[in-house]
């Protein structure tokens, strides 16, 4: 049930518009404030890398733990970095889904502890639209520092964005435009298996490197010959439709021209290298030696690895990078999409980057990525996409609760 915010939110600079954002779906507790989407006064995150990093994944009773133990203190230093009050703030905005259940549900509780204690508007916002809303807080920052760099902002999130939003748990494409003030997404894209982080991270674990392995592949990759593994990616095709009973046939998520990843074949397939190349002990050797270094650094992780391993890693990375590239752009063609945005964690990755900003280049196609701190979970990217429900009076029921599987548009 949406109720219009009690207050107008005036436009004329200041500390106006403020939402205190919360984002607590996997494995960071993150708190930001954000002046009216566009101005970001304080990014808070507390990682729970150290936490999980012994199990090589993220073991969600140990992050809902975290979460309670970190809330407060995460919260209090981001109104305290903005020099807000919690009585200035205009609104709380927390991620409803999608994530972990019990790491959401802190999260969730807290924010809807402190709306209703404080008698603020609450807004409930996507995981996925708070990745894109990350590059358009980056991009609005910008804009509003240099007011010459995008003559007509509302004009250009009027045309269609393609967004990848590329992190451990989700591979998606979504074109994403914004009409009568509020952004709507169509889903274009997934992956029908493993997310593209995941498979950073699965690969590194059989490699021996540490946990999460996405920066770790990142930085040893620019050590190894890409061409070393010709790893290739088959044409994923969608299932055939369900069949209701009565006859009915139900069309798998997706329409039939949908990007389609899959990146589980590449991870088996580098498990496949390591057996017949006997590099699993090896492996091991780099497993335990970093296991009994916390601190360790690229160099140290380049110490542990053969040319052949370097090449596999830079193999590996070269062949996913491709496959985003190649998938993105033919969407970006497919649906006359006007630019492009890519955000979450795997967007810090430095040949993706650079690769995708090429290609976009040469398609003279405008193409941005969210800055490191904001490719990965936080809060502000909440904050951010809780801005233009709030002033749409798109406001949380007071029934809100965790969606674990929160889909984003159609
Ligand atoms: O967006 P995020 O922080 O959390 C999720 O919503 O999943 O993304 C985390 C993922 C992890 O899989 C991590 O390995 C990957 O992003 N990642 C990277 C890099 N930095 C983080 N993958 C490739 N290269 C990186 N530099
Ligand atoms: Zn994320």
Redesign the pocket.
């Known amino acids: 049930m949406a109720a219009k915010p009690e207050r107008p939110f005036p436009d004329g600079g200041g500390k106006t518009g403020l939402i205190l954002g919360i984002e607590t779906?996997?494995d960071?507790t993150a708190a930001a404030v954000v002046a009216r989407g566009q101005q970001m006064l304080s990014n808070v995150v507390a990682s729970q890398i150290a936490t999980h990093a012994p199990y090589g994944g993220v073991v969600p009773e140990l992050a809902s733990r975290e979460h309670l133990r970190n809330i407060v203190p995460v919260t209090r230093a981001a109104l305290a970095e903005a020099g807000v009050t919690l009585a200035q703030l205009d609104a709380i905005a927390v991620t409803e889904g999608p994530g972990l259940a019990g790491a959401l549900l802190v999260g969730i509780s807290y924010a809807k502890s402190l709306a209703f204690a404080l008698g603020k508007p609450l807004v409930a916002v996507n995981?996925l639209e708070g990745?894109i809303h990350a590059v358009l807080l980056e991009e609005a920052e910008l804009a509003r520092q240099h007011s010459d760099r995008i003559a007509n902002p509302e004009a250009q999130d009027a045309q269609p964005a393609l967004a990848l939003i590329v992190?451990?748990?989700?591979t998606h494409l979504y074109l994403a435009r914004r009409t009568d003030g509020c952004w709507r997404y169509r889903t274009v894209g997934r992956t029908v298996d493993d997310?593209a982080?995941?498979a950073?991270?699965k690969v590194a674990k059989l490699l021996g490197l540490g946990y999460?392995?996405?920066?770790w592949?990142?930085a040893l990759a620019a050590h190894g010959d890409p061409r070393s593994v010709p790893f290739r990616f088959a044409e994923v095709r969608p299932r055939p439709a369900r069949q209701k009973p009565g006859g009915l046939s139900l069309p798998d998520e997706g329409a039939g021209s949908d990007t389609l990843f899959s990146f589980s074949g590449i991870k088996t397939a580098v498990l496949r290298y390591v057996e017949s190349h006997d590099l699993a002990a090896a492996a091991e050797v780099r497993r335990r030696a970093l296991a009994a270094n916390p601190g360790a650094k690229t160099a140290d992780a380049l110490a542990l690895c053969d040319a052949e391993t370097l090449g596999l890693i830079a193999s590996f990375q070269h062949a996913v990078v491709e496959n985003l590239r190649q998938r993105t752009f033919e969407a970006a063609e497919r649906y006359g999409a006007r630019r492009v945005l890519v955000s979450?964690?795997?967007a810090?990755?430095?040949e993706?980057r650079v690769r995708l900003t090429a290609e976009a280049a040469e398609r003279n196609l405008p193409i941005a990525f969210p800055s490191l701190a904001l490719?990965?979970?936080n809060a502000a990217m909440i904050a951010a996409a809780a801005w233009p429900k709030l002033q749409a009076g798109e406001l949380a029921s007071p029934l809100l609760s965790a969606e674990p599987s929160l889909r984003l548009g159609r």
């Open positions: 779906s996997c960071e995981h990745h992190s451990g748990g989700h997310a982080g995941e950073f991270d999460p392995g996405g920066p592949i990142d979450g964690g795997v810090a990755n430095r993706l490719a990965t979970d």
